[in-house]
């Protein structure tokens, strides 16, 4: 070989060197391990990733070493790193792989931290070049995305949630098994059917059009309920939340989402809006539910051209209830009000609790407003009849008003307002009755508000006052004792008659001052009248319900009395007759003890109320006073007339008076008298009077009694000689 070809070739070689220099800086710089074995299976070269890559037998791998070699060492670092396979089954297997006549693709875990993808392929000469690429990453993520999904999963089966797909078709491609199952319903037989197609229920019509729009818009939805009912019959309420899910184009591939059993949720819901719309102690509902109604009923009626009725109950004098027999008392009066009344309309009425002791009733189709009249009147016998409350009979009897709609207003509130006013109405003209409205009365609330204000005012002035009128031993026509009667004179209404007052003044409590205020000025009369011919008379003095209610009157009676040097005898009681008077233990305190003090007491208005006789002997009763409208209709009525004597002779039988109040004919005089009546009481006989006025009555008797007597000494004079 000479010199220049010599020199040629050395050029060429390292020409050649420098090209495989550059080409393996070039691997060396790669971020992928390659390796080159010849066809003889020995390790021609490897760039540095891949010395990196198997760090522990780095030292191997160098130009010559057999396959086989490395990988024994290789299957020996694996056993050392926790392998289970002996050492003969990893080396056979990485051989295997090796010599694989079409390669080897795996990805291969090569320690606890490392995953490495691996490729071999087979060189035109037989040999393997091999790369290997790092993927500890992405299987790292692979990995905790695989646990979370798995925690996920698990979380679907425990929870009553579940998770859903549907493909573009919004056929379901997914259903997670826990909620499902535990209904005992199969998640498969949901999978390629569309959510409108399978059996669900509580979804309306309209519901399902939007459901339907929406997902049909590829829209997100939220919380679309629906029902399903279980394997066992029973009914859950859940609710679905879907995304519509698009790909890496944009296009539409389908919808994933939730859903969850919301059946808990939904009884609570119940529950508060039960809360929210019925009355806690009647069960009735309340007025936020009748407003629903109202506006439901409302819309009805003006549809069909029917009209609505409003009746506003209010019990009478309930308060007194409570406040002597106990709340509940007064509780248990007002459920069962509540029930009689719910009996006594159709379904399609409601009864509403309004507060306290009120109760609204709306009724539809009236038809014939004397339907309603009809009702009320119902509602009033209904309600007449004794209640049973933990061993008392009490009556407790009911003030409506009535309104129309659409005559006497078009909205719930004006109907309840003007309801209210007939109710009132109801009341003022003596309770347990009920009123239609008229515009007028609203004058008369408005009359009564005024009164109530000068009531009031009229306790700290100087307005009240006494008249007298006597009471007549009808045989003999003579005074023997004479009654207290309270007048008012208003600054400017004049002479206001106790009849309008006094119910006043019971509803607002004032009516015990006020009895104070008559006690204390009968009192006063009495002690003046001690040192004249007159001292004998006793005076009557009227006490009302409310007052035997309170004990306040056990304090102030009796001192008041003693204060003025009266005997007990010197005053008698008119108490007039309610059924709650016999049952209330207060007010039987109250009067047995008033009784113990020697105090007399007549029943007033006998005849109007409930007592029956063991109550008139339990409290010794001195006398009954037959009420004035069995008079009145004296000689007319012979219904009246035969109460009025049954009532004489069962008083007589039981040792107790009776007078008759209201006397204003002789022809009612005689009766009287024939019946075999004590006492009497009338316009015929005597009006109420000033004091002054019966003093001078009282002189006149006192002056015929001493002309008649001094005429009898005449006459037995004359007779003795
Ligand atoms: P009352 O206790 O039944 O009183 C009898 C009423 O009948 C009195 O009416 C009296 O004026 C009236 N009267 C008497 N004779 C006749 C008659 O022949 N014909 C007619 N038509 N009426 C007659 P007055 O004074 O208007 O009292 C009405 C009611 O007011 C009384 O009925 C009583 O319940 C009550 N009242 C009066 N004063 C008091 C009082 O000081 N305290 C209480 N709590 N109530 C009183
Ligand atoms: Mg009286
Ligand atoms: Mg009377």
């Known amino acids: 070989m000479n010199d220049a070809l010599m020199h040629d070739l050395e050029r060429a070689l390292a020409a050649s060197e420098a090209r495989f220099n550059e080409m393996i800086q070039a691997l060396d710089a790669l971020n992928i391990g390659v390796v080159h074995y010849g066809p003889d299976d020995r390790l021609r070269f490897c760039n540095r990733r891949f010395r990196e890559m198997y760090a522990s037998i780095a030292p191997l791998l160098t130009p010559g070493r057999l396959y086989a070699e490395i990988a024994l060492?290789?299957?020996?670092?694996?056993?050392?790193?926790?392998?289970?396979?002996?050492?003969?089954?990893?080396?056979?297997?990485?051989?295997?792989?090796?010599?694989?006549?079409?390669?080897?693709?795996?990805?291969?875990?090569?320690?606890?931290?490392?995953?490495?993808?691996?490729?071999?392929?087979?060189?035109?000469?037989?040999?393997?070049?091999?790369?290997?690429?790092?993927?500890?990453?992405?299987?790292?993520?692979?990995?905790?995305?695989?646990?979370?999904?798995?925690?996920?999963?698990?979380?679907?089966?425990?929870?009553?949630?579940?998770?859903?797909?549907?493909?573009?078709?919004?056929?379901?491609?997914?259903?997670?098994?826990?909620?499902?199952?535990?209904?005992?319903?199969?998640?498969?037989?949901?999978?390629?059917?569309?959510?409108?197609?399978?059996?669900?229920?509580?979804?309306?019509?309209?519901?399902?059009?939007?459901?339907?729009?929406?997902?049909?818009?590829?829209?997100?939805?939220?919380?679309?309920?629906?029902?399903?009912?279980?394997?066992?019959?029973?009914?859950?309420?859940?609710?679905?939340?879907?995304?519509?899910?698009?790909?890496?184009?944009?296009?539409?591939?389908?919808?994933?989402?939730?859903?969850?059993?919301?059946?808990?949720?939904?009884?609570?819901?119940?529950?508060?809006?039960?809360?929210?719309?019925?009355?806690?102690?009647?069960?009735?509902?309340?007025?936020?539910?009748?407003?629903?109604?109202?506006?439901?009923?409302?819309?009805?009626?003006?549809?069909?051209?029917?009209?609505?009725?409003?009746?506003?109950?209010?019990?009478?004098?309930?308060?007194?209830?409570?406040?002597?027999?106990?709340?509940?008392?007064?509780?248990?009066?007002?459920?069962?009000?509540?029930?009689?009344?719910?009996r006594l309309v159709r379904a399609t009425d409601t009864v509403s609790r309004h507060g306290g002791d009120e109760f609204l009733i709306l009724l539809v189709d009236v038809g014939d407003p004397a339907n309603v009249g009809r009702i009320a009147e119902q509602i009033l016998a209904d309600l007449a009849r004794p209640f049973q409350v933990a061993g008392h009979e009490l009556i407790v009897t009911p003030s409506i008003g009535v309104t129309l709609w659409p005559v006497d207003g078009d909205d719930l509130t004006t109907l309840v307002r003007k309801a209210d006013v007939a109710m009132y109405h109801s009341k003022s003209m003596g309770r347990n009755q009920f009123s239609m409205f008229r515009e007028e009365m609203n004058t008369r609330v408005h009359e009564r508000l005024a009164l109530e204000n000068a009531l009031r005012r009229a306790l700290g002035s100087d307005e009240f006052f006494l008249d007298y009128q006597p009471l007549f031993e009808l045989k003999s026509r003579r005074i023997v004792s004479a009654e207290a009667l309270l007048r008012w004179r208003h600054p400017e209404l004049g002479l206001v008659a106790p009849d309008r007052f006094i119910p006043i003044a019971e509803d607002t409590g004032l009516i015990i001052a006020i009895g104070d205020l008559v006690i204390q000025k009968v009192c006063e009369q009495k002690s003046r009248m001690a040192s004249s011919p007159h001292a004998w008379l006793p005076l009557a003095v009227n006490l009302s319900a409310i007052q035997l209610r309170d004990r306040h009157l056990l304090d102030v009676l009796p001192a008041k009395m003693r204060e003025h040097g009266l005997s007990p005898g010197s005053l008698e009681l008119e108490i007039t007759e309610t059924l709650l008077l016999s049952e209330s233990e207060v007010t039987a305190g109250i009067l047995q003890a008033l009784r113990r003090e020697g105090m007399r007491l007549v029943i007033d208005d006998f005849g109007t109320g409930?007592?029956?006789?063991?109550?008139?002997?339990?409290?010794?009763?001195?006398?009954?006073?037959?009420?004035?409208?069995?008079?009145?209709?004296?000689?007319?009525?012979?219904?009246?007339?035969?109460?009025?004597?049954?009532?004489?002779?069962?008083?007589?039988?039981?040792?107790?008076?009776?007078?008759?109040?209201?006397?204003?004919?002789?022809?009612?005089?005689?009766?009287?008298?024939?019946?075999?009546?004590?006492?009497?009481?009338?316009?015929?006989?005597?009006?109420?009077?000033?004091?002054?006025?019966l003093i001078n009555l009282l002189d006149l008797q006192r002056e015929a009694d001493q002309t008649r007597m001094a005429r009898l000494r005449f006459l037995s004079r004359l007779k003795g000689t």
């Open 610 to 693: 409930y007592s029956n006789m063991g109550f008139l002997r339990r409290f010794a009763i001195d006398k009954l006073k037959i009420d004035q409208s069995f008079i009145r209709d004296i000689p007319a009525d012979y219904n009246a007339m035969a109460l009025a004597r049954g009532i004489i002779g069962l008083a007589r039988s039981i040792g107790l008076r009776t007078v008759a109040e209201g006397i204003e004919t002789q022809a009612q005089l005689d009766f009287l008298i024939d019946a075999g009546c004590d006492e009497g009481q009338g316009y015929l006989l005597a009006r109420p009077e000033s004091c002054d006025t």
């Open 73 to 342: 060492v290789y299957a020996q670092e694996r056993i050392a790193q926790g392998d289970r396979r002996t050492e003969d089954e990893i080396v056979a297997a990485m051989v295997g792989n090796h010599r694989a006549p079409d390669g080897f693709d795996s990805e291969v875990q090569v320690s606890a931290d490392r995953w490495l993808l691996i490729q071999d392929r087979r060189t035109a000469t037989g040999g393997v070049i091999g790369f290997r690429l790092d993927i500890t990453e992405r299987k790292k993520t692979e990995k905790a995305l695989a646990e979370s999904e798995s925690r996920f999963r698990d979380l679907l089966e425990m929870s009553s949630d579940w998770y859903w797909e549907q493909d573009a078709e919004l056929r379901f491609t997914v259903v997670s098994e826990g909620h499902i199952r535990q209904l005992g319903l199969n998640p498969e037989d949901r999978i390629g059917k569309r959510r409108w197609e399978l059996n669900l229920e509580g979804v309306s019509e309209e519901q399902w059009e939007r459901h339907r729009r929406q997902t049909e818009a590829h829209e997100p939805f939220r919380h679309f309920e629906y029902q399903v009912v279980d394997a066992r019959g029973e009914r859950h309420h859940v609710s679905i939340s879907g995304d519509p899910v698009f790909d890496a184009k944009g296009t539409f591939i389908g919808y994933r989402g939730t859903g969850t059993d919301i059946s808990q949720r939904k009884r609570y819901e119940a529950r508060i809006q039960e809360m929210a719309e019925y009355d806690f102690l009647t069960g009735l509902p309340n007025r936020s539910l009748l407003n629903a109604r109202f506006a439901q009923a409302e819309r009805q009626a003006r549809r069909a051209g029917q009209s609505l009725a409003l009746l506003f109950i209010d019990l009478d004098r309930f308060k007194n209830i409570n406040d002597s027999l106990g709340h509940h008392v007064g509780d248990q009066i007002l459920a069962e009000t509540a029930e009689r009344l719910r």
